[in-house]
């Protein structure tokens, strides 16, 4: 394995990047520098012990899109390709050929999910005949969890309050709603956390940004809810650091620095 490790700027300089917490660059980093030739580390837990990052780290890097996690707990620098180019006769190849095989490499050399074939007759067996004709995007990304989820009327009410263009096939914004929805949240809750954090947030050009699925459905979803519309906190976040600003909107267990 190749024992240097590069960086670009086009991904560590991109605000999505920096507005993180410095723990959670700090374990993006360490990540990389871990990573086997093709991107892969299986050994994230460990890392976390080592540099004094949390879980909430972790899953703010998933949640961003900035590593890909699997099933059985190994993760993929998604930009890897974009950070290093490792020559022939330094290169050896991922023993993780199965998780290379999920993937595929974007013009961008961005690595992404590959879509499974839902028409092979494996699938076709499992599925069902019964559910043929109803396969969901869960399904299509790799799940067998049905699609009870009305991500579509949560995302469309999203974007009719804030204007924003978000998709509703995200994999980060879809894992956020349907965290809660399995909580017992319902579409009147979503809707009603919209509400009150667009009334709040849409004037105020710098928290305007955390207007977005990650944000409005994450661990502070809760409070965000019991907050009323009309009691609106009085903070002039405008004045805030950005550490204070990210305290503010994701908690402090959120929130390591």
Known sequence: M????????????????????????????????????DGFIDNTKTIQRMIGSSDD?????????FIIPFENGLVVIKDWRVHN?????????????????????????????????????????????????KVSKDILSGSDEPDHVPYKEIVDYLNEKTGKKFK??????????????????????????IDVKSKEWLGDT???KYLQ????????????????ATELPKKDLSKMTREQQLIEVMGKDGVRF
């Open 2 to 37: 190749a024992q240097r490790r590069m960086f670009s700027k086009k991904v560590t300089d991109t605000d999505t990047f920096l507005d993180m917490p410095l723990s959670t660059q700090a374990l993006y980093f360490h990540l990389n520098m871990h990573a086997d030739d």
């Open 57 to 65: 780290d972790r899953k703010l890097l998933v949640a961003k899109q």
């Open 85 to 133: 180019y490792i020559q022939g006769d330094r290169y050896h190849k991922t023993q993780y050929i199965n998780e290379k095989s999920q993937l595929v490499v974007e013009e961008n050399n961005m690595y992404t999910k590959r879509v499974q074939d839902v028409s092979n007759m494996d699938t076709q067996v499992r599925l069902g005949k019964d559910r043929l004709g």
């Open 168 to 193: 509703t096939g995200t994999d980060a914004t879809r894992r956020a709603i349907r965290a809660r929805f399995n909580e017992g949240n319902s579409v009147d809750d979503f809707k009603a956390v």
């Open 206 to 208: 710098k928290m305007a």
């Open 213 to 228: 699925p990650s944000t409005l459905f994450g661990t502070k979803f809760e409070g965000y809810l019991n907050q009323s």
